[in-house]
């Protein structure tokens, strides 16, 4: 079973990190949001191979220990294991995966969530991975648990440079960053900005499930406002 785990993820990421043209990454300078457990510094004398080799077998026995009793009892050992494939295995795809993977374990497993150390670790994956086919899997990860937990201040901040890149470029392929910033400022009571987000979404993605949401959106906004005038604030 072991060996079909291991072949099977061989030719999977492989294959993704293949298609997406994805070459080592370059080493991330340290800062102070990176996670304490991440060795920035750290010299790696193994080839991209041999990483690519031994973080797969790494890998694997991260979904041995997932399969032995209760997962939530395992936490710690998974945490663990993602944490060493990053650190000894850095240009390896795996550890982009161990990224992803450890992000939302904090996020969604651990109870009380290990935010801190999440958000650390997103900002390090994008400063060290700038170019990772998994950017747009960790992000929706990390929005929809503030969205979930109403942090609606961390969502507009997290979500905020994408809206930047849209105003100064006019590129908007999805409407998910979009949705998320105008759901922030509507419930940060901020009609203005939320009501001109949700008119784009409207315009721009008519069949998005989104919009759905932003036409609802807009009626609650306009309601607001009436009974803002008719009380003469």
Known sequence: MRKIHYLFLMTLFASLYSCAGVAPADRAKSG?????????????????EEQQKLAFEKFN???????????????????????????EYPDAHLAQESCMRLIS???????????????????YHRSRYPDSPLRNAIEDTVMRYFYKKGEWKELQEYV????????????????????????????????????????????????????????????????AVEMEKRNGK
């Open 32 to 48: 102070p949001d990176t996670p304490s457990f991440i060795e920035v510094n750290k010299e790696v004398d193994i080839s991209f």
């Open 61 to 87: 026995e991260i979904l041995e220990v997932s399969q032995e009793g209760d997962r939530l009892d395992q936490l710690g050992k998974m945490a663990g294991l993602y944490i060493e494939i990053i650190n």
């Open 105 to 123: 374990l904090y996020l969604i497993d651990y109870n009380p969530p290990k935010e801190k150390e999440a958000i650390e670790l997103d900002i």
């Open 160 to 223: 905020t440079p994408h809206i930047k890149d849209f105003i100064k470029t006019g590129e908007l392929r999805t409407p998910v960053h979009l949705f998320y910033y105008s759901e922030a400022k509507f419930n940060l009571n901020d009609y203005k900005e939320a009501y001109k987000g949700y008119k784009i979404i409207i315009k721009r993605f008519p069949k998005s499930r989104d919009t759905s949401v932003a036409v609802k959106r807009i009626g609650t906004i306009k309601m």
